[in-house]
C-alpha cells in the first residue's frame, strides 16, 4: 500500500516522488511487489476539514487497510502521522528540516518558531517516524541524521533515481541562449538556495546566468535583479518552463550552479549529468553526495567558483557515468532490498 495524505502535483517534488513510486510498482518494475491500495485525498481549501483528514480520518483509513497489505509506505516524512499502530511501514524521508529546524551559515532552515496547531502536527509526525519499521533516506546525510534523531528505527539509503534514457534525447539549442558561455541555476529563491550568490559570482564576468524556476515572489525577483544590475551580471530570467525546454536548456549550457547550503537531496545537479553537463555545487549537504569531487566547491568563496567557470571544459562522458549510479534500474534493486529486509 502507497500512502499519503493531500494528493500533490506531479510536477511538485514530492508528487513527483509518489507518483513514480506508485506506477513503478504496477509496472513490476521492483521484483517480487506490486501494489496493493493508494491512499490519498483532495486537498480541501477548510482548514478545520483538512486537520481532520490529517490527524483522525487518514490515520484511521491507513490504519484498517495495513491489515489486507504486507507492506504500508509512506511517501513523504510529512505525513509521517499516518504510520500504523501494527504491521510493517516504511517512510519516504526526504529531508529534517522542519521537522527539526535549523541554521547553516546564518541561514534559516525551516520555520524556527511554528505556531500551536503545527507543533501538535509535529508531535504526530515525529512519533508516527519513530514507531516506522524503516525509514528510507534519499540521502546518507539525512540517514544519519535519521539514526540519530529515531534511534532503534531501521534506516536504509535509496537516493532519487531518474530516467537517464530521458535526458539523451535530441534538442534544439534554446532560442532565449546568448553567444558565449551560458550558465543555468534552477530553484526557488529560497535564502538557502543562494540565488543572490550566484549572481555574485557571475557579476563582471563574460557570462549569462539564466534563472529557470517558478519565483517565490515578485519581491524576491525584483531584489535579485536589482543586485544583478548593481553588481554587473547578466542574469536572464526564466522563470518555469516544461520538462523538455528544461532537458534542452541542461544540454546545452556550459554549466549548472548550485550554491545551496541545504537540500534533502539536490535533483537539478543529478540532472545536468544525466544532460552531459557539468554541475557546480557548493559543499554542503546533501547534494554535495552527488557530483564528482572537482565540481564540489567551498560555499563562501566567490574566486574559486569563478576559476571553475573560467576552466569550463567538456565532461560529458564522465558525468553522465556518474548519473548511472542513479539509474532507475539500480533504485528498484535497492529498494526491493529494503522491502525485503523487513522479513
Sequence with gaps: MVARGGAMSPHSGLGSTHDALVNRLISGEIEGYELGDVHEYNLSNNPVKRLWRRWFSSPKKVNNLEAVNDIVHITDQEQ?????????SVVTVHDLFHLFPSKRDGIKIGD????????????????????????????????????????????AWI???????????????????????????VGS????????????VCGGMDVTLHKIGAESSEKSKKELCSLASEV???????????????????????????????????????????????????DAPAHNEIPLEHHILPHDDLE???????????????????????????WAVRLKQAYNSLF
Excluded at 529563491?189 to 555574485?200: I, L, M, N, S, Y
Design 232 to 282: 554587473n551580471c547578466n542574469l536572464n530570467w526564466i522563470g518555469a518552463i516544461e520538462q523538455n525546454e528544461m532537458i534542452a536548456a541542461l544540454q546545452h549550457a556550459n554549466a549548472l550552479l548550485f550554491p545551496s547550503v541545504a537540500e534533502g537531496f539536490g535533483l537539478p545537479p543529478l540532472e545536468a549529468y544525466a544532460a552531459g553537463t557539468v554541475a557546480l555545487v557548493a
Design 112 to 155: 524556527q518558531k511554528p505556531p500551536f496547531v503545527r507543533r501538535k502536527d509535529l508531535a504526530k509526525i515525529k512519533n508516527g517516524l519513530s514507531r516506522a519499521s524503516l525509514l528510507i533516506c534519499v540521502s546518507k546525510n539525512t540517514q544519519q541524521e535519521c539514526e540519530m534523531r529515531f534511534p532503534g528505527v531501521s534506516t
Design 189 to 200: 529563491e529560497e535564502p538557502r538556495k543562494r540565488v543572490d550568490f550566484a549572481v555574485q
Design 304 to 330: 574559486m567558483w569563478r576559476t571553475a567557470i573560467t576552466e569550463l571544459k567538456d565532461e560529458s562522458s564522465d558525468v553522465k557515468s556518474r548519473a548511472e549510479e542513479f539509474s532507475i534500474q539500480k
Design 80 to 88: 509521517g502521522g499516518l504510520v500504523p499502530i501494527n504491521g510493517k
Design 159 to 185: 537516493p532519487h533515481a531518474i530516467n537517464i534514457e530521458e535526458y539523451s534525447i535530441k534538442t534544439e539549442r534554446p532560442s532565449w541562449f546568448n553567444e558565449g558561455c551560458n550558465l543555468l541555476i
